[in-house]
């Protein structure tokens, strides 16, 4: 994921930011409370709106309060960018394109992950007071800033596409309904906001070694069903190693990761449910272990 963070980041272990209705301050070098201008309105509609922004390093940190002028048509990450520019020219966010393609601007705003490029100001009331916090189940760089590398250590515990054997380069080929199957999954722009949404590590610290949440999970079925994936060839089976080292036995499909994602992935009906029903009839179905007993019999 690429990304661009002002004022600075850091590295290392740092506290998690309190739920968004936590109260507190903390030093900085904005104004809280003073209103911030901005470019002229043709349209005479901007209004002032109420912000409370999570400000913190790895000694700790708290909500601090703004008031920021909004015109018409913006996003909160326009907001954010308004108060670098007027009040807290040190207020760490990470973004890159503003266009929802690059996950890089992920938040919680009002206590749900967002995409700050994505969050219109046209969905909230006027006179609401919009919280904005950092992802809460990764570490605090700073402000907004989260350390987001236990995902790519997950992703490296993914083994990849095994080619198949008897195939050469330029001579895959695939169903169009197998290719439309995946391509969903393809979609990800990796904002991690399912990671942070699902309960299983944002509640439970415990179980961050044991489990690689939806994003990765997806991506092992993705790869399951591919038509050409040759790793059961090799000797690696998907589904048990999903349910063995990847933890798909935690996940209780309470759908949080697909109610947040950005690019509508159905995370939960298309992914992670098929890929239980695999796994289950991999380990627990008759049928299926015989059929497995009699082809290791065969092949020895």
Partial sequence: MSAETHAGEGTGTHTRPPAHDAEGTAG??????????????????????????WRGDIEGGGLEDFKVEVFEGEVVLDIVHRLQATQTPDLAVRWNCKAGKCGSCSAEINGRPRLLCMTRMSIFE????????PLRTFPVVRDLVTDVSFNYTKAREIPSFVPPADLGPGEYR????????????????????????????????????????????????????????????????RKSTAQEDHGLGYCNITKCCTEVCPEGIKITDNALIPLKERAADRKYDPIVWLGNKIRRRNGA
Avoid: W
């Fill in 28 to 53: 900085g070098t904005g104004t809280p409370g003073a209103v911030s201008g901005g470019a002229p309105d043709a349209t005479g509609t901007s209004y002032i709106a109420n912000f409370r922004v």
């Fill in 126 to 133: 006027r006179s609401e007071t919009i919280t904005i916090t």
């Fill in 174 to 237: 695939m169903q169009q309904e197998d290719v439309g199957r995946s391509q969903e999954f393809r979609k990800c722009i990796e904002c991690f906001l399912c990671q942070d949404v699902c309960h299983v590590v944002r509640d439970h610290e415990e179980n961050k070694q044991a489990f690689a949440g939806p994003r990765f999970l997806m991506r092992v079925a993705e790869l399951d069903m591919h038509p050409l994936d040759g790793a059961e060839e090799s000797g690696l089976d």
